[in-house]
């Protein structure tokens, strides 16, 4: 049996806080944002505040490249480049906006800010 969502978010959030974000700085991590389109669980920004990164969070069990298309839709929304995609265990990194990068790959460790 799967663990919740919110198991996920605690793996995700611990792996984050290991690339360097600062969970607790809503100026580098916001959580929950309600978009025109859905629900985007994380967003990551650089050092002025602006949205680099959707972080689409899914439960574990779950195959979060599944989430691609969702994810896409809430980057687009928020004109944030870069797509995360994780269970927590398994993660996959997209610059959507780059035509030569078609599709995401899967990434070891979240990227840092200065990695974004």
């Known amino acids: 049996m799967s663990q919740p969502e919110a198991f996920s978010r605690i793996l995700i959030d611990k792996a984050l806080e290991f690339s360097g974000w600062d969970l ?61 995609l994780s269970n927590g265990r398994e993660h996959w990194f997209w610059n959507y906006e780059r035509a030569e990068q078609q599709d995401a790959y899967r990434i070891e460790r979240l990227p840092s800010q200065k990695d974004l």
Do not use: M, W
């Not at 629900?39 to 990164?53: E, I, M, Q």
């Not at 972080?55 to 195959?63: S, V």
């Open 24 to 84: 607790l700085k809503p100026q580098q991590v916001q959580f929950e944002l309600h978009t025109g389109n859905g629900r985007a669980d994380y967003l990551l920004k650089d050092s002025l505040g602006r949205v680099l990164c959707v972080l689409e969070a899914k439960r574990e069990g779950l195959d979060p490249y599944d989430a691609k298309g969702q994810a896409r839709g809430y980057a687009e929304n928020l004109n944030a480049p870069f797509i995360i």
